[in-house]
């Protein structure tokens, strides 16, 4: 199994500040045949089901605002949202679909300091 | 807009078997893998295993011996069933879709917990 890590397990930023978060695989999770990281971000709000933010490590859904973005190739990846926003408090996860089973990170929890 | 719905047992008893499914309305099952994964109360996500449209399955092998999911194209759903359940088993079970190809897992339902206890 891939086994995806997050850190920091929280944290806390400044409305309109910048967040990062961080994930890493334990093996590379990039496709050399057409060159993709099989990488999604999810936000998970109390409550609700997560909701897909970014596929591919860096491509954003329909409807993301570009506040979001996600970096990284191999095994090393982040999600940045540039401008906290007061509806961004969440819980954040990773996921690999390079191979089954599919895997997810621990989960990132986002707060407002 | 393509909608999904689990239904099934809120609780189920030790040893008994956890049945879900998951009805999808707006689109059709054609072409995508659906999966179920599950989150414990206060924790995080696990995969369970998916389905392809055409029944083709693939379980993730900690639960593999004990899960089956099955589609019935007819009427747009596809189920879980988990035996042998345990207390260990009580989550928020999803249902949720990933096209073919990848990207993820784009839609979901709005998961039902489910609670294993006499």
């Known amino acids: 199994d891939i086994v995806m890590t997050q850190s920091p397990d929280s944290l806390a930023v400044s409305l309109g500040e910048r967040a990062t978060i961080n994930c890493k695989s334990s093996?590379?999770?990039?496709?050399?045949?057409?060159?993709?990281?099989?990488l999604a971000w999810y936000q998970q709000k109390p409550g609700q089901p997560p909701k897909l933010l970014i596929s591919?490590?860096?491509t954003r859904e329909s409807g993301v605002p570009d506040r979001f973005s996600g970096s990284g190739s191999g095994t090393d990846f982040a999600l940045t949202i540039s401008s906290l926003q007061a509806e961004d408090v969440a819980v954040y996860y990773c996921q690999q679909y390079h191979s089954t089973p599919f895997t997810f990170g621990p989960g990132t929890k986002v707060d407002i300091k | 807009q393509v909608q999904l719905q689990e239904s099934g047992p809120g609780l189920v008893k030790p040893s008994e078997t956890l049945s879900l499914t998951c009805t999808v309305s707006g689109g059709s099952l054609w072409s995508y893998y659906w999966s179920w994964i599950r989150q414990p109360p206060g924790k995080g996500l696990e995969w369970i295993g998916y389905?392809?449209?055409?029944?083709?399955?693939n379980y993730n092998p900690s639960l593999r011996s004990r899960v089956t999911i099955s589609v019935d194209t007819s009427k747009n759903q596809f189920s879980l069933k988990l035996s042998s359940v345990t207390a260990a088993d009580t989550a928020v079970y999803y249902c949720a879709r990933s096209p073919r190809g990848g990207v993820g897992f784009d839609y979901w339902g709005q998961g039902p917990l489910v609670t294993v206890s006499s």
């Open positions: 591919w490590a860096s």
């Open positions: 389905i392809f449209y055409s029944g083709s399955t």
């Open positions: 093996q590379s999770v990039l496709y050399n045949s057409n060159n993709k990281d099989y």
